[in-house]
């Protein structure tokens, strides 16, 4: 068997990057992956403005008397241009364009307001204070984004600063999903004997809605050869990755593995983690695939560590990152066989001494799926690792933004 780290290696090695593009709105471009380098039109503040309410001076007036006049005001949107005499100072406002020949501004509450309708100062400012000069944000010509990079909240309104109406992106991903298994049953139908509900499909599309990907479901499809490679034929016709659920395992219903190699290739089959030791990449004549164990802890597992950077890589999404590693003391024993790499369910959090602590969640049976709603890490635990001690350190992994 594959180490985890190996299978993840090789999967990626093998993936390409998308090839297509298109070019959006930003309005509509939320969650898209950019197709390319933005750079930027313009300098960001375009001109040199004030970033405070108070009086614009020159140091060279000041140096002669601390009360000065009031040549005039500026506003944002509104500058001054008149004439503006020596010994005086000028009104100024947050935002507004720096009047030629300024050193600095003084706030307002460092001047006081004289009867006459000067003003006394109370402080000699330094050169530049209070001045945001254009180009400090960002300068004309500079790299904003780069390719690979999400589009979120946080990135579109930078370009809309910068006047960019369109964003080039890459197509989105289409993900065909299906399950596999007599015995299942859509989610929200009444349950008969031997009968259990699909949630793994429902799982999976939860999660790949929070993915750069269109989803295709393709439903549940029964224990039978030729519907299974009609399926395998129509969905890849339609997507560029297809993800199964079940069916990847060695009974005697258990179709994918034969399909796959028939309708393509089979790439690796097995991986050395626990749960999550069925897993299947190949490749058929037209769409990459994935087929997920049937057990809803180990699905979910491989997703994770395997089938969110795939979706990644395949989407161009060069800026993702790896979920966190980090290392904790375990609070209790934790069970553990040597052989496969295990991703325990677990609890972490910040001790009284400033530590992180961890302790597993429930039982860790692959088809027992509560103890994530009471967890908020992987406890990982090296394959060549045996049973783990109290107060032993051990490495987690955060759950990333997938499961927020």
């Not at 406002?93 to 050193?103: H, L, S």
């Not at 706030?107 to 530049?128: H, S």
């Not at 909240?153 to 109406?165: D, E, H, T, W, Y």
């Not at 890459?170 to 009444?190: C, Q």
Request: aromatic share 8%; with cysteine; net charge negative.
């Amino acid at each position: 068997m594959l180490s985890l780290q190996q299978a993840l290696t090789q999967m990626l090695d093998q993936l390409p990057l998308p090839q297509q593009c298109e070019t959006l709105p930003l309005s509509q471009a939320s969650q898209r992956i950019c197709a390319d380098d933005i750079i930027s039109p313009i300098n960001v503040p375009s001109f040199d403005n004030s970033a405070m309410d108070g009086y614009a001076v020159r140091l060279a007036d000041l140096a002669q008397s601390h009360t000065l006049n009031v040549a005039g005001k500026a506003f944002a949107g509104n500058p001054f241009n008149g004439e503006w005499l020596p010994q005086s100072a000028i009104r100024i406002m947050t935002g507004a364009m720096i009047p030629a020949g300024t050193d600095a501004v003084v706030m307002q509450e460092n001047v006081q307001l004289n009867e006459d309708g000067t003003v006394t100062f109370n402080e000699i400012p330094k050169l530049g204070q209070n001045i945001r000069r254009a180009g400090e944000d960002v300068k004309k010509g500079d790299v904003v984004l780069k390719t690979g990079e999400k589009l979120t909240a946080l990135s579109l309104p930078l370009l809309a600063s910068l006047g960019i109406a369109e964003v080039p992106v890459f197509a989105r991903l289409k993900v065909a999903i299906l399950s596999t298994g007599d015995e299942l049953v859509p989610v929200g139908e009444p349950l008969s004997e031997g009968k259990i509900y699909d949630t793994n499909r429902f799982t999976v599309k939860l999660l790949l809605e929070k993915l750069p990907c269109e989803i295709l479901d393709f439903g549940i499809l029964p224990d039978d050869e030729a519907l299974f490679e009609k399926a395998f034929l129509q969905a890849q016709e339609q997507a560029d990755l297809v993800i199964t659920s079940g069916g990847v395992s060695v009974g005697e219903a258990d179709f994918t593995k034969n399909i796959l190699e028939k309708l393509g290739t089979v790439n690796f089959w097995k991986i050395a983690m626990k749960p999550g030791k069925p897993f299947a990449f190949g490749k058929l004549e037209k769409a990459w695939f994935c087929g997920l164990p049937g057990n809803p802890v180990s699905a979910f597992v491989t997703f994770y560590q395997l089938v969110q950077p795939a979706i990644a890589k395949l989407s161009g999404y060069s800026q993702w990152q790896a979920p966190q590693q980090l290392k904790a003391i375990a609070s209790e024993n934790l069970k553990k066989g040597i052989g496969r790499k295990d991703f325990q369910r677990g609890f972490y959090w910040l001790n009284e001494q400033g530590q992180l602590e961890v302790k597993a969640i429930g039982f860790q049976g692959s088809h027992l799926f509560s103890a994530f709603i009471e967890s908020n890490c992987f406890i990982v635990l090296e394959a060549e690792r045996g049973n783990v001690q109290a107060g032993e350190m051990v490495t987690i992994e955060p759950f990333n933004e997938l499961l927020s």
